[in-house]
């Protein structure tokens, strides 16, 4: 039976996460809450089946790969330039409140200052499947807010590199068990960690820059998707594991920094589809993993340090981050969008307190308590996320951003969408009917601007969105999105808040057709029938003169 642990961890852990996962559901909890419980389940702190503990981590280390790769193929090395300016000041900032904070609960427990620096240390780093998670349901990963999110946390990403290069070097120091001492003691270990990280920041972007986006076009031109899929899973996890292993950085930063090199070619969105369904069920399984590390005790046993913990972690480092946003002139959304993201810890957080407690820098106790404030705090993320949504709108309104344009009272259309099949509906409609564009993203909503449409920045998928374009009113309604979920849902919305309006909508197959309709479409088109059309239109409209002669 030991042979096949990894089979049985994989199907427990995706088995039980589907299961409380689809019950969560149905209870209108996050399903996050459910992938937890799947893991507390198969852990060793509850009765029954015990999944591998020494497996599901690793397993769990390749959904954060996967993510991270994904996070890179939507930025360029201009996007992390340009927010390194608040996103470096900001991560020291925040990562110095919430150790000084956990420092102080570390001495009021009668803890030492190595105990209190390493505790407050896990603190104050998030988890990047948590953040990426809740920026992505939000379509907020491509926006200014979500870009500086992520510039952060590869910030706080660093910082964690360094703090697991050096903690060893200084435990000694904080009164913790001191390892031999390695060549130039502590500021070798620091010089050596830099220079290797520098080393692989300028490997990847000389070398790998050239090289990565060569192989994937080679690769493509063999006309085998096949190939190409297994190519890009080779580049993101063979330059993860490369880089942890030749360079000591995390897997995570060095499958961000593939994907940011991947971004650069044009295949770049093909590659992030093909790592898509992996990397979902990886990451299910990254909740599970914490699960199991989670022993429930420690919440009766301790139950007011938990309190204080999570209270670093939720108001603490929020307040911090909410701040120094402001002091950087941003405006409320952002600052507000910022300190949801990262008011949770994770997985840098368990290994730093796994190494705190192999020093014994860090009792025992406070690992729980990490533990313990990290299944917490993510539980409480999707809440903080929709207090946000909420606060949000009135708050666009008030703090002088650019206010939403009054939705014309008058007959006129509503657009959902501003990309290759939204931009030319509109421009077809110029001059036909009074417009108000719904868009999403960032730098598509400026291009509806610039264009002179009314515009509504925001996804669609929330009534709050469609009712600000003055959907009570309109005549027409044209869902321009790509995915049949998502029009779907507008549909249902819109059909609901307005039973006149003739809506039409964008659609891929029969079924999607059935089932937009079913919500109320008017018409769904498919794009593939639409394609054929236009073919025949271009082909001559009888048989050539030979033929017909005959
Ligand atoms: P394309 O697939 O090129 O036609 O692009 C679709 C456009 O629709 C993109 O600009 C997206 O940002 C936008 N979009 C997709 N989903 C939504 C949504 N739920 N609400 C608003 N805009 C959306």
Redesign the pocket.
Same mark, same amino acid.
């Given at each position: 039976m030991h042979h096949t642990s990894l089979i049985a961890t994989i199907v427990a852990g995706l088995g039980l996460a589907f299961i409380f996962g689809a019950v969560a559901n149905r209870l209108k909890l996050p399903v996050l809450v459910g992938y937890l419980l799947a893991g507390v389940i198969v852990g060793p702190f509850t009765p029954g089946y015990v999944a591998d503990q020494e497996l599901a981590p690793q397993l769990a280390e390749i959904g954060v790969i996967l993510l991270m790769f994904g996070v890179g193929l939507h930025f360029s090395v201009k996007d992390l330039m340009a927010v390194r300016k608040i996103a470096i000041p900001g991560a020291a900032v925040q990562i110095a409140v919430a150790t000084a904070m956990g420092v102080g609960l570390a001495s009021m427990l009668g803890w030492t200052l190595g105990a209190g620096i390493v505790f407050g240390l896990a603190l104050s780093v998030a988890s990047t499947v948590v953040l990426l998670r809740a920026l992505e349901e939000r379509?907020l990963i491509?926006t200014d807010r979500g870009r500086i999110a992520v510039g952060w946390l590869i910030v706080e990403d660093l910082a964690m590199v360094l703090a697991l290069v050096l903690l060893p070097a200084l435990s000694g120091m904080l009164g913790g068990e001191a390892p031999p001492p390695g060549p130039g003691g502590v500021a070798g270990a620091f010089a050596i960690t830099i220079g290797k990280v520098a080393a692989f920041v300028v490997i990847m972007l000389v070398v790998g820059r050239r090289v990565i986006p060569w192989i994937l076009h080679r690769i493509a031109h063999t006309g085998s998707r096949e190939l190409f899929r297994l190519g890009v899973l080779a580049i993101a996890l063979g330059v993860a594991f490369g880089s942890a292993a030749l360079f000591g950085v995390s897997f995570a930063l060095g499958a961000f920094f593939a994907g940011m090199i991947m971004a650069e070619s044009e295949l770049s969105q093909q590659a992030a589809n093909e790592t898509l369904p992996l990397r979902d069920a990886f990451a299910v399984l990254f909740f599970v993993s914490i699960g199991m590390l989670f022993d429930p005790t420690v919440l009766l046993r301790e139950p007011l340090a938990v309190a204080a913990t999570l209270a670093i972690i939720v108001i603490g480092k929020s307040l911090a981050a909410y701040v120094i946003v402001l002091a950087f002139k941003r405006p409320q959304s952002v600052a507000l969008t910022i300190s949801a993201s990262l008011a949770q810890i994770g997985e840098f957080s368990f290994i730093l307190a796994g190494l705190g407690v192999s020093l014994k820098l860090l009792p025992p106790d406070g690992r729980d308590l990490i533990l313990a404030g990290a299944i917490l705090s993510i539980l409480v993320n999707p809440l903080l996320f929709a207090v946000l949504d909420k606060v949000l709108p009135r708050l666009v309104g008030r703090s002088g951003e650019p206010a939403a344009p009054v939705a014309a009272a008058q007959p006129h259309g509503v657009l959902?969408?501003?990309?290759? &099949?939204?931009?030319a509906v509109a421009q077809g409609l110029k001059d036909r009917m009074l417009l108000v564009v719904? =868009?999403? =993203?960032g730098e598509?909503a400026d291009a509806v601007r610039a264009a002179g449409f009314e515009m509504i920045q925001?996804? $669609? &998928?929330r009534p709050e969105?469609l009712m600000k374009a003055g959907l009570a009113e309109a005549t027409h309604l044209f869902v $321009? &999105?790509?995915?049949p979920f =998502?029009a779907a849902r507008?549909i249902e919305q819109a059909r609901a808040a307005n039973p006149q309006v003739k809506i039409i909508a964008?659609a891929y197959t029969d079924n999607d057709v059935d089932l937009l309709t079913q919500m109320g479409a008017t018409h769904a088109l498919i794009g593939e029938q639409e394609i054929a059309r236009g073919m025949l239109a271009l082909a001559p409209r009888k048989k050539a003169a030979a033929v017909a002669a005959h």
């Open positions: 379509r491509d959902v969408g501003y990309g290759r &099949v939204g931009k719904i =868009e999403d =993203e598509r925001g996804n $669609a &998928v969105v $321009a &999105v790509p995915s =998502e507008i964008r």
